[in-house]
């Protein structure tokens, strides 16, 4: 049974960092690109950054790009999101999700197995 469990959502002030980690359990975590996305309140889940099952390829959405960074360490079946100067429009719950083998990989239906999500919140 797949399990995904995201950690290091917290509080931090606008320009600060966080680094959020996702370990997942009951797949073959080196076989799938493996992605970050965002829900803040009131509004869609959408897609903050992808990387591939190696870590050779990555994409991030615009609102992210040169401020988070996407990792992974297959032997740990560890998934990072390193978040740098940090934005009010960045709070939300971050959830990390196993793309499902095909098709795209900005859209949630790309993903079959969902972390319960962190929460992150940047005060202004």
């Known amino acids: 049974q797949v399990e995904l469990v995201e950690t290091g959502g917290g509080l931090v002030q606008t320009g600060g960092s966080l680094r959020l980690s996702c370990r997942a359990s009951?797949?073959?975590?080196?076989?799938?690109?493996m992605a970050w996305f965002r829900q803040a309140p009131g509004k869609e889940r959408e897609f903050a950054a992808t990387?591939?099952?190696?870590?050779?390829?990555?994409y991030y959405a615009d609102s992210v790009k040169g401020r988070f960074t996407i990792s992974r360490d297959n032997t740990r079946n560890m998934v990072y999101l390193q978040m740098t100067k940090l934005k009010p429009e960045d709070t939300a719950v971050y959830l990390c999700a196993t793309h499902r083998g095909y098709g795209g990989w900005s859209s949630s239906s790309d993903y079959d197995y969902w972390g319960p999500g962190t929460q992150v919140t940047v005060s202004s």
């Open positions: 009951g797949v073959v975590f080196g076989s799938f690109y």
């Open positions: 990387i591939s099952h190696d870590g050779g390829f990555t």
